[in-house]
Nanobody
Framework: QVQLVESGGAMVQPGGSLRLSCAAS????????MSWYRQAPGKERELVAD???????NYADSVKGRFTISRDNAKNTVYLQMNSLKPEDTAVYYC?????????????WGQGTQVTVSS
């Protein structure tokens, strides 16, 4: 049974920092591209950042220079360090694990964790 469990969401003031974690189980973690997405009320889900199994990263323009994605394959965990948070970062943040292998797509989602940036 595959599980992705996010944690670390909270309410924080503008300019503050948070670190999100996503612990994976039931998958060969190191073979997956791990991503963080977010969805704000009334908006579509959008990609925030991803990291492949070689450690290469990709960021949405809106978070470049403020957010850092990392992974620890020994702990089956992916992180999102969020600094200089803005009210527009308010959203539910979701962890995603994606792999293409032997013609099959394996795509898993966590349940989400709420991040609220407000004074």
């Amino acid at each position: 049974q595959v599980q992705l469990v996010e944690s670390g969401g909270a309410m924080v003031q503008p300019g503050g920092s948070l670190r999100l974690s996503c612990a994976a189980s039931g998958i060969t973690f190191s073979s997956y591209v791990m991503s963080w997405y977010r969805q704000a009320p009334g908006k579509e889900r959008e990609l925030v950042a991803d990291i492949n199994n070689s450690g290469s990263t990709n960021y949405a323009d809106s978070v470049k220079g403020r957010f850092t994605i990392s992974r620890d394959n020994a702990k089956n965990t992916v992180y999102l360090q969020m600094n200089s948070l803005k009210p527009e970062d308010t959203a539910v943040y979701y962890c995603n694990a994606l792999r293409y292998r032997f013609g099959f797509r394996n795509d898993y989602w966590g349940q989400g964790t709420q991040v609220t940036v407000s004074s």
